[in-house]
């Protein structure tokens, strides 16, 4: 475990907090302090995210995270993930579903996501033709309308918000290089599979995420056994960061029908 990095904080039922792509634990500082008080809250950097090496071998993020895990003995946990974070907690349930409790999702349903929507598929577009061509400036600014959604514009967030998840974004993009390989292993037949995963799973979505984020989250709530999904007004992908108190009173409702 000497390449990647986590917090580990606090004592009591563990919740792990999952960030999403190209951001790091930092996108969840005003949940650490939040939970900490009550819950073991774990928030580890992605390989090749954040404080974490970038990999050198092939890798799955569910594997990374369940030897962390396994390493802190602890578990089974509740996995709170957000967006990239959100697929990696799903995963986990799937791959190795004696060290998960509880699943919480935003903005995400598997790890084989899909994208038909306009505003999405533009936004995916400029970003990897920024990345191709080794913009980062262009590149983190691209990633970071995500946080905005289809019906506002950077300007509408608090400043605060959009320069943390710009300060993330530049961070961990500036660790690759374009053309780098992917050595992500993928895993297979989420979708199928994901009927058989039978602990509680919330979908706390932004209600104004782009129709492909919450349509994905809300369909993975409809395909387990035990699924549920609430939106919080005024956000989009990150509504952890835009909402934090709406977001940590969801959080910890769920927690405690566990």
């Not at 819950?39 to 950097?45: H, L, M, S, T």
């Not at 598997?110 to 920024?130: K, V």
């Amino acid at each position: 475990m000497n390449d990647l990095f986590w917090l580990d904080t606090g004592t009591g039922r563990p919740l792990v907090l999952l960030h999403g792509g190209f951001l790091d634990h930092t996108m969840w500082d005003d949940q650490i302090p939040y939970f900490a008080p009550r819950y073991r809250v774990i928030a580890p950097d992605a390989r090749g995210h954040g404080r974490s090496a970038n990999a050198a071998a092939p890798f799955r993020h569910t594997d990374d995270l369940a030897a962390l895990l396994r390493h802190l003995d602890t578990g089974p946990a509740v996995l709170a993930g957000v967006s990239m974070g959100a697929s990696v907690a799903v995963d986990t349930a799937l791959e190795h579903p004696e060290l998960v409790s509880a699943v919480v999702v935003s903005g995400a349903g598997t790890s084989e996501p899909y994208f038909t929507d306009s505003w999405t598929t533009g936004i995916w577009a400029a970003w990897q033709a920024a990345m191709a061509a080794g913009d980062l400036d262009a590149s983190v600014e691209a990633f970071t309308l995500f946080a905005a959604g289809p019906d506002r514009t950077l300007d509408d967030l608090a400043p605060d918000v959009v320069g943390r998840l710009r300060e993330m974004t530049r961070g961990t993009l500036s660790k690759h290089a374009p053309g780098e390989p992917d050595l992500r292993i993928p895993v297979h037949d989420t979708w199928n599979r994901a009927a058989k995963i039978d602990v509680p799973v919330l979908a706390i979505n932004g209600a104004i995420d782009s129709p492909d984020h919450l349509g994905m989250a809300e369909r993975l709530t409809r395909t387990v056994v035990n699924g549920h999904a609430i939106s919080i007004d005024g956000t989009a992908h990150f509504p952890n960061m835009e909402r934090p108190d709406v977001f940590n009173k969801a959080l910890e409702d769920f927690l405690r029908t566990l």
